[in-house]
């Protein structure tokens, strides 16, 4: 029997029952369509981790400054310089003491025996790029300037919280607070923070303003950066803020998630795969099952073709030929409706689909592998059948 006739006969046991051959090579396109689709699932997932995880890396930095009992380390305006670093996208100087904590802070001068009207709150000064330092945003009103700095004008801004606790809601009618026997007009409320949530409980004041309650000196330095810049500006900062005094100063950035985004990708493929094999593991034993039945309901025929001349190798070859073909014929189509279904999934997440070329191309040969694997035991049953007790 050569080639020709093998694949022949192969075609033509496969066409002799075509329902049942459709049903056979329904579990191969299913099984072949499941593995596609969750190891195409699995990258375009993990690519959109790995893109959430780009989105955490360490963008945020802190700079402690300690005190100094001479000249302060950082002075306001060295912030000037730290914002020309390439990399930095906003940062603010930040002052805080003993003093200004927990300071007595009330809405009016009226006192009230029969009522509470003075709050505990802590006063901060801070450069006018603060509410972008701290990913927040001004729900009302606006920030104080250099203007105001320069001036001294007595202003502040309050914190969301601290807001809700004076009862200042408006800021059409410039509302003042009092900080001891000083009013100060209230010009805008800072919330929604990302960052130092506890500033929506603060009250910020310039720095000229600040002087008053003991903050001449800046005590910390708030920096954000663009993705990727966050080791560079790290370095860079110290000396940007206090050329000469670098060392003394405490840099404190967030460590990069690299690892933890790795080891969730390699733990999402890790599942899907799991997953896509045992649908391709049940997709086998459908073909071998289906398969065997049908060696059994061809036992005639065996047996007319061994009293023919056919060698055992012929038989088995017949049949390992017809469940590979019933495999290739189901992975070309899983292939094909699987990566229909990771786009059809990645546009209903309104993700970008990934899909590798080697698993398309590998689908249809891992699909004929199995049916090869599957085939194997039927076809060598079939074999080692005798033609006398065949064709009894």
């Known amino acids: 029997m050569d ?4 694949v022949g006969e192969a075609f033509a046991g496969m066409l002799a029952r075509p329902v049942r051959s459709a049903l056979t090579t329904l579990g191969t396109v ?6 596609v689709i969750t190891l195409g699932v699995a990258a375009t997932a993990g690519n959109q981790i790995v893109g959430r995880f780009d989105e955490l890396v360490a963008t945020a930095i802190t700079v402690e400054v300690p005190e100094s009992e001479h000249t302060p380390l950082v002075a306001w305006d060295a912030i000037d310089r730290l914002t020309r670093l390439r990399g930095v996208v906003s940062a ?7 003093d200004s904590v927990n300071l007595s802070v009330r809405s009016n001068d009226l006192v009230d025996p029969t009522r509470v009207t003075a709050q505990t709150l802590t006063v901060l000064a801070a450069t006018p790029g603060l509410p972008e330092a701290a990913r927040g945003r001004m729900t009302r009103g606006r920030f104080f300037d250099t203007g105001h700095i320069e001036r001294a004008d007595r202003v502040a801004v309050l914190g969301e919280q601290a807001a809700k606790m004076l009862g200042v809601t408006r800021l059409d009618r410039a509302p003042a607070i009092f900080i001891g026997r000083n009013a100060y ?29 003991g903050l001449r000196d800046v005590t910390r330095v708030l920096v954000n950066t663009s993705l990727g810049a966050a080791d560079l500006v790290a370095g860079q900062a110290p000396t940007a803020l206090s050329p ?27 599942l899907f795969l799991i997953l896509g094999l045992v649908s391709l593991v049940v997709g086998a034993v459908g073909i071998a099952n289906v398969t065997l039945v049908t060696v059994m309901e061809r036992v005639a025929e065996i047996g007319l073709r061994r ?6 190798r012929h038989i088995a070859a017949q049949f390992l030929l017809e469940s590979t073909l019933t495999g290739l014929a189901g992975g070309v189509i899983g292939a094909s409706v699987g990566v229909v279904g990771i786009v059809a999934i990645s546009a209903a997440k309104e993700w970008t689909p990934l899909l590798d070329v080697w698993l398309a191309v590998a689908a249809p ?4 592998v199995v049916g090869l694997l599957a085939g ?9 059948m005798e033609p006398v007790d065949a064709l009894r």
Not at 92 to 98: G, Q
Not at 365 to 368: E, I
Not at 376 to 384: D, F, I, K, S
């Open 185 to 213: 007009t209230v010009i805008g409320i800072m919330g929604d923070l990302r960052r130092e949530r506890d500033l929506s409980a603060a009250v910020i004041v310039p720095p000229s303003v600040g002087r008053q309650f």
């Open 365 to 368: 040969v891992a699909g004929a």
């Open 244 to 270: 000469g005094n670098g060392d003394a100063l405490q840099v404190i950035a967030p460590p990069s998630p690299t690892r933890a985004r790795d080891q969730a990708q390699d733990d999402v493929d890790a």
């Open 376 to 384: 194997l035991y039927p076809a060598l049953r079939a074999a080692r």
């Open 92 to 98: 603010a100087a930040v002052a805080e003491s003993k």
């Open 307 to 312: 009293s023919l001349g056919a060698a055992r």
């Open 3 to 6: 080639v020709r006739d093998l």
């Open 30 to 35: 299913l099984g072949i369509t499941t593995l």
